[in-house]
């Protein structure tokens, strides 16, 4: 059975969600790798919307079991937030979601300091960045510690809080409420391999946020690429059999940082607004703007990718005149592969007709208009990966399968 790593090509918000629910259905075990409270998936399933923000879409597949890896940063409140908000809905988790002792804790203090950033970066305000921070400077508490004597200490060593003791003792009452979900997730990740089991790894964000392959430094904290599905799980990278990429039919950015190809008129609005472009963690409104694929190409490219699934395709049904980003201009300069830096990067356009006609909840390519087929071969062409699923509405059922 195939182990598949599903990543974000564009700065997240691609539709990962409902493509991570299109094939659960076919996996043993979803696994969530990386990233925190700040993702944002959405998947309507019998016109019912569901957003997760720590815990693997698949978790609506009742027989699948939902990993949340090592490589992830987690805020006890919210997950048990989440936990209970799909309890009350008749979704099960007790018995198939497990948390990594080894992924590390979002704490409060981390939320007020990330405040700090926000203006320069963007940032969701969930205590991402400081939380991995302290990680990577090896004073990050682990959901672990808190079964472990010396909790309080390691607390005292990351944080300037006034009542370690009560914090301390609130994360232990959080614990206490998590304990049935703890599993060290690394043996039954790879004793599931050696058994034949199929695997799905879910990325959070997309590539161009990864804090070394994105637009840096407007960036998250971790590593959306599929190389960290390996990082953040403890799966060996021999074990991946193939790593499907998500990008929309045109392009989003919530938060600050270059956008060559945004649309600040009313082209943008009608995107924005027929896309229903706000973000499902903030609620922010998403900026938005033609596809780039320099960008697409640079992406599929860092992350080995395979096949490619495009969603809200029905969202350009009412565009007339659709362009491409197929270059940038720097300088006066034509570039033809992804910079460092976007900044002054203006792009070069390649126009294609629309279609004009309503393509929404579309399921079989051949009654796709032509000019809509025409646009994704443009794409396959210019990126070299093959398109194998056009997502035309909300709903599980509305996708085109192309092999």
């Not at 182990?3 to 996996?27: C, F, N, T």
């Not at 472990?148 to 009542?163: C, H, I, V, W, Y």
């Amino acid at each position: 059975m195939p182990s598949r790593v599903v990543v974000g090509l564009q700065w997240g918000d691609e539709g990962k969600g409902r493509v991570i629910d299109s094939l659960a259905g076919e996996a043993d075990i979803v696994v969530r790798y990386q990233g925190g409270a700040n993702a944002g998936h959405t998947v309507w399933v019998d016109s019912k919307r569901y957003v997760f923000h720590l815990i693997p879409s698949g978790i609506l597949h009742p027989e699948t079991t939902c990993i949340m890896g090592g490589g992830m940063v987690v805020d006890l409140q919210a997950l048990l937030d989440e936990i209970d908000g799909l309890n009350d809905r008749g979704i099960n988790t007790q018995g198939h979601l497990f948390l990594s002792p080894r992924a590390h804790l979002v704490l409060p203090q981390h939320k007020g300091s990330e405040g700090l950033w926000e203006k320069r970066i963007g940032t969701t305000l969930k205590g991402i960045g400081p939380a991995y921070a302290q990680k990577y400077a090896r004073l990050g508490v682990r959901v672990g510690d808190l079964y472990q004597e010396g909790l309080e200490e390691k607390l005292r060593l990351s944080l300037a809080e006034e009542d370690i003791q009560g914090l301390a003792q609130r994360l232990q009452e959080q614990g206490e409420r998590i304990r049935p979900y703890i599993r060290d997730v690394e043996p039954l990740l790879n004793r599931a391999l050696q058994e034949g089991k199929s695997l799905l790894f879910e990325g959070a964000q997309g590539t161009l946020l990864d804090i070394d392959q994105g637009t840096y430094p407007f960036v998250t904290s971790s590593h959306t690429t599929a190389g960290g599905a390996c990082v953040g799980t403890g799966v060996g990278p021999t074990k991946i059999d193939e790593v499907i990429g998500v990008t929309k039919s045109y392009a989003t950015r919530v938060g600050n940082g270059p956008f060559p190809t945004e649309l600040g008129d009313e082209l943008g609005e009608l995107l924005q607004r027929d896309g229903e472009e706000y973000g499902a963690t903030t609620g922010r409104p998403r900026r938005c703007g033609w596809l780039d694929l320099v960008a697409l190409r640079y992406a599929c490219q860092v992350n080995g990718v395979q096949r490619v699934a495009l969603t809200k395709l029905d969202v350009l049904d009412r565009v007339p005149r659709i362009k491409l980003c197929v270059a940038y201009l720097y300088k006066g300069e034509r570039i033809e592969e992804f910079p460092l830096s976007l900044d002054h990067c203006e792009p070069v356009y390649e126009e294609l007709p629309g279609w004009e006609n309503p393509t929404k909840g579309t399921r079989d390519f051949g009654k796709l208009p032509q000019k809509a087929r025409d646009y994704i071969k443009r794409i396959v062409d210019y990126i070299g990966v093959k398109i194998c699923w056009a997502f035309t509405g909300p709903r599980r059922e509305d996708v085109v399968e192309m092999g």
